[in-house]
């Protein structure tokens, strides 16, 4: 197709060409007034810049009044949320910080006749700075606050070791029935005090934390082993049938044992029913011992209604898996005020022949583990705990005092330090600050020679504050324990843990209150007045260390700490069925060893501490 020719026509051109050169010019207006316009606005703006330029040349500081005000106001907004936090977190702590109160100190003392356990009412000089006061706060609430020597003598001489003794009873009379290796004083080691030497307030807080920490992750053993004997209350069908005596019924379980309560009444007499029946519902599906008089053993319960307790005790032969019977030979009686048609609550009460957390091995802190051996342990923050030097000048970073503390040998503390028994045996074992290597108090205190470097981090609010456990006990409850402490108030954040089997666990009763090989003597027992506590020959692993009972086939002589993981990761297996050997019936025993660390939050409000030339 041809291209269509475009053809303009000059006749109607010539005849509008008024219009059209006026619409030429109107557009050309236009355009020069818009770049008249912008001439003058950019003369306008470089005439501005060119005078503020002139007003600041020479000026080296540009903040001025109206500069500061808007980052003070939030840099304070900051601090208030930072401090809200920091408050939350620290009011469920606030009840592990405790000091003194003069109705609640027990005496431990031993009976020189019967050899028996006696506790009695202590009534000692408290200063008032190391009371509690109305609102069961200690009245020292920070490091920082100077406090006189006379008080710190009285706490090293009768103080310090009262709360070891009121922590042993509170285990006692809730029946903690975990077994302490070596005794409760060998694995809680209290710091040997130097004679004659007034510690230092720094010691004193570093002391009572090893114990206050120590303290509340056994209180956290307790809670798992009470998690694992409550009984959840069960509903009963409809349509199942209860014999036409029965005025009442319960049901309830675990995951051991569960229990059909059934509750008759004969005029004013209200009592447990011999027509009730226990079930064996254990999760590892094994035989279960409800009374061994010649173990010794027994399967104990508690009902709670208010103030109203009432035991339960059950009798009768080993039950299979899924088999039930009924318990009691003859009726239970109930107290007059335990009304049967209303609620309660029902608990295993475990002994120390049937609990399923058999010993406490180890405790340990300032132990890392694997994951966190290539970090360096650090001390508290000189912001709120500050080095007492006695007025000399610190040792370099990462060097002990030339010659150690008193009682240490050249070149500082033995693994571990005082308070701080060894866990692994060789080279330092496998719980040391780093694998395989022995650790050494690398920054020791004034007097007696505790290590201040135990942390991994500190700030002026927190200190997270390394620790290592090993357990024997039954694995099918392993979980309930990691749970218990990772509800810990301590915060602990579990960084590693493995187990094994452990064949042939044999049963030495040193639970809480029991005589132990510390308790031979009144001179060792550490009561109220005594200079101080002296701990059992250092075995292998350090004072404090595994010692299994002999025959328990668990580790060699040599061997005095956690084994490490076999090949792979894996943990090393021992060869052995995994029983207990005590006549509990126990089976599927393992070692359980776990690393983890506390968030220890500092008391908010602590005043500044003063500088080093004004604390002189």
Known sequence: MAKAKI????????????????????????????????????????KAYAEKLKSVKGLSDFKNDKFLPPWSAREEKLKTQRDEIWNKAWIPQKDMQTWFKRDDIWEKKYDTKSGKLVWSKFDPNIPEKLSMNANNEGNWRFPSEPIDGTTLDIYKDTLYLTQFHNFEKELVDARFPVEFNNGFDSLMAPITWKRGSTPTAEEVWLAQESFWVKREI???????????GAMTPDTIAMDEVSPPEVKARKRFYNSIWEIDLMFEAVEREKFISPRSKIMNVHQDRRIMTLDNPVAGSTTEFVLRQGTTVVPLKVQGEPLGF??????????????????????????????????????????????????????????RSPNVLKKDTGGAEEPAEGGGAPGGGPGMPPGGM???????????????????????????????????????????????????????????????????????????????????????????????????????????????????????????????????????????????????????????????????????????????????????????????????????????
């Open 218 to 228: 056994i209180r956290d053993i307790l809670k798992a082993i009470q998690s694992i």
């Open 7 to 46: 053809k303009i026509d000059m006749k109607q051109i010539n005849k509008f060409r008024f219009w059209i050169g006026l619409g030429v010019l109107a557009v050309l207006l236009i355009v020069l007034s818009y770049f008249q316009l912008t001439a003058i606005g950019g003369e306008k703006e470089k």
């Open 414 to 616: 033995p693994p571990g330090g005082p308070g701080m028994p060894m866990m692994g045996g060789g080279e330092g074992g496998m719980m040391g600050r780093g694998v395989g290597a022995a650790s050494a108090v690398k920054d020791p205190t004034l007097i007696n020679g505790i290590d201040r470097a135990i942390y991994i981090h500190t700030t002026d609010q927190c200190r997270h504050l390394p620790f290592a456990m090993s357990l024997i006990l039954d694995q099918t409850i392993m979980n309930e324990v990691l749970a218990s402490l990772a509800n810990s108030k301590l915060r602990i954040q579990l960084t590693q843990f493995h187990y094994q089997h452990y064949s042939g666990y044999k049963s030495s009763n040193f639970i809480a209150g029991a005589a132990g090989p510390t308790d031979a003597s009144a001179e060792n027992s550490g009561g109220p007045g005594n200079p101080g506590f002296r701990p059992p020959v250092a075995g292998p692993g350090g004072p404090g260390g595994f010692r299994p009972p002999p025959g328990s086939g668990g580790r060699g002589s040599e061997d005095g700490g956690m084994r490490p993981p076999g090949p792979g990761g894996m943990p090393g297996f021992r060869p052995g069925s995994g029983g207990a050997t005590d006549g509990s019936g126990d089976i599927n025993i393992v070692e359980l060893n776990l690393y983890g660390i506390a968030s220890l939050f500092e008391k908010p409000g602590a005043p500044p501490v003063a500088p080093a030339e004004e604390a002189k």
């Open 322 to 379: 899924g088999q039930s019977r009924e318990f009691l030979k003859d009726k239970l009686v109930l107290p007059f005020s335990f009304d049967i048609t209303k609620d309660f609550t029902l608990e295993q009460v475990f002994t120390s022949k049937n609990t399923p957390i058999k010993m406490i091995n180890s405790l340990e802190l300032a132990r890392t583990s694997h994951r966190m051996a290539n970090l360096k342990l650090v001390n």
